[in-house]
T-cell receptor, first 114, second 112 residues
Framework: GAGVSQSPRYKVAKRGQDVALRCDPI?????LFWYQQALGQGPEFLTY????????KSGLPSDRFFAERPEGSVSTLKIQRTQQEDSAVYLC????????????FGSGTQLSVL | GESVGLHLPTLSVQEGDNSIINCAYS??????FIWYKQESGKGPQFIID?????DKRQGQRVTVLLNKTVKHLSLQIAATQPGDSAVYFC???????????FGAGTILRVKS
């Protein structure tokens, strides 16, 4: 398909476990964003990549959260020592332009921390 | 009205009627605005966007209005259909910025 692909679709983790969430953006898209969406709320910005450069990580809630995009395409969001408050849907979005215009979102990874 | 946590404002309309969803944005420096539709279990889907040098933009069955004086954005959907039922989010940002900031969302329910 031509859309943004995220895996896994669902992830259940025990508190304290490390998790890795994958995003395959639309081919050729320059910009990649990660957002966190709690139940019943709008998405909240986590971090932004332009190609392989992480230009903004101001939204990452703690140093347990880490994101990378080493070759400027696929990105991974890693959460270490997961806590219950990390339970949310993690959305990835990409754009063919620099910046946040016309973001195309994936379906997200629903993370549940028990 | 204001939304807090799970209590999103809800707009219920009859199929075929027009819908108007409102949004107040927060940053007077924002110059780019966008509406997204989100269905259950899916990511947000782009509907229409507008830059701050415009006050109206039309798409297919949708119109976005921007009032910078009162920092207000609205989405008008003509001839609302059952498939329009979803949560609608407005978002603001800057054209050369690093992120979009999303509002809390409005639930649109279309009655057949």
């Amino acid at each position: 398909g031509a859309g943004v692909s995220q895996s896994p679709r669902y992830k259940v983790a025990k508190r304290g476990q490390d998790v890795a969430l994958r995003c395959d953006p639309i081919s050729g898209h320059v910009s990649l964003f990660w957002y966190q969406q709690a139940l019943g709320q709008g998405p909240e910005f986590l971090t932004y990549f332009q190609n392989e450069a992480q230009l903004d990580k101001s939204g990452l809630p703690s140093d347990r959260f880490f994101a990378e995009r080493p070759e400027g395409s696929v990105s991974t969001l890693k959460i270490q020592r997961t806590q219950q408050e990390d339970s949310a849907v993690y959305l990835c979005a990409s754009s063919p332009r620099q910046g946040p215009e016309k973001l195309f979102f994936g379906s997200g990874t629903q993370l549940s921390v028990l | 009205g204001e939304s807090v946590g799970l209590h999103l404002p809800t707009l219920s309309v009859q199929e075929g009627d027009n819908s108007i969803i409102n949004c107040a944005y927060s940053n007077s420096a924002s110059d780019y605005f966008i509406w997204y539709k989100q269905e259950s279990g899916k990511g947000p889907q782009f509907i229409i966007d507008i830059r701050s040098n415009m006050d109206k933009r039309q798409g297919q069955r949708v119109t976005v209005l921007l009032n910078k004086t009162v920092k207000h954005l609205s989405l008008q959907i003509a001839a609302t259909q059952p498939g329009d039922s979803a949560v609608y989010f407005c978002a603001e940002g800057m054209e050369y910025g690093n992120k979009l900031v999303f509002g809390a969302g409005t639930i649109l329910r279309v009655k057949s």
